[in-house]
């Protein structure tokens, strides 16, 4: 998976329950993205970074918060997880704005209760 | 209502036929790609088009950008079971960094 290593890979929270997701990234690439894959839904974004410092919001920001301390890792953070967050989490990188490729993480499996 | 839909949801065939599956919408896109995503994966890119009427060839997948780029086809010939997975089309409006994703077609090739 090109480099990105997403943690945990399995997680199920009660709701109510907070847990941040993890992504991290060997290939110093600038822009980190946070995408959820539901059937049928294809993959909708959640937020996204161009930069470190930096994050913005996607197609379906509400109920998560992100953040970019560092190039190499995006934190994904539910405060209060609710069973519409059941899903399948994947982070992606792309090297710039002039790249054309994402390369996906194996994913996160979340299930709220 | 989805910006990209893709047709369709679920294909079944046996080993040697050919299929095509179908990514459309009313936008227009700057470019368009497909992905192939395994279970338990993440997508991995398989072709970037980005020029109206464009073709795009990868060994037994053909991939053809609409002539007004808002649709994309993506054909496969002599299907093996290697091709099974779910193939995802997804589009970027403005030449930006975000990408639009359809629902996904389901393949599964049976030997």
């Known amino acids: 998976n090109a480099g990105v290593t997403q943690t945990p890979k399995f997680r199920v929270l009660k709701t109510g329950q907070s847990m941040t997701l993890l992504c991290a990234q060997d290939?110093?690439?600038?822009?980190m993205y946070w995408y959820r894959q539901d059937p049928g839904m294809g993959l909708r974004l959640i937020h996204y970074?161009?930069?470190?410092?930096?994050?913005a919001k996607g197609e379906v920001p509400d109920g998560y918060n992100v953040s970019r301390l560092k190039k190499q890792n995006f934190l994904l953070g539910l405060e209060s997880a609710a069973p519409s967050q059941t899903s399948v989490y994947f982070c992606?990188?792309?090297?710039?704005?002039?790249?054309?490729?994402?390369?996906f993480g194996p994913g996160t499996r979340l299930t709220v209760l | 209502t989805q910006l990209l839909e893709q047709s369709p949801q679920f294909l079944s065939i046996q080993e040697g036929e050919n299929l095509t599956v179908y990514c459309n919408s009313s936008?227009?896109?700057?470019?368009l790609q497909w992905y192939r995503q395994e279970p338990g994966e993440g997508p991995v890119l398989l072709v970037t088009?980005?020029?109206?009427?464009e073709v795009k060839k990868l060994k037994r997948l053909t991939f053809q950008f609409g002539d007004a780029r808002k649709d994309s086809s993506l054909h496969i010939t002599a299907a093996q079971p290697g091709d099974t997975g779910l193939y995802l089309c997804?589009?970027?409006?403005?030449?930006?960094?975000?990408?639009?994703f359809g629902g996904g077609t389901r393949v599964l090739v049976k030997p």
């Open positions: 992606a990188i792309m090297r710039d704005r002039v790249s054309d490729t994402q390369y």
């Open positions: 290939m110093n690439h600038e822009y």
């Open positions: 970074s161009v930069g470190e410092g930096t994050t």
């Open positions: 936008s227009v896109f700057s470019s």
């Open positions: 088009v980005v020029t109206g009427g």
């Open positions: 997804a589009g970027d409006k403005a030449a930006g960094n975000k990408l639009t």
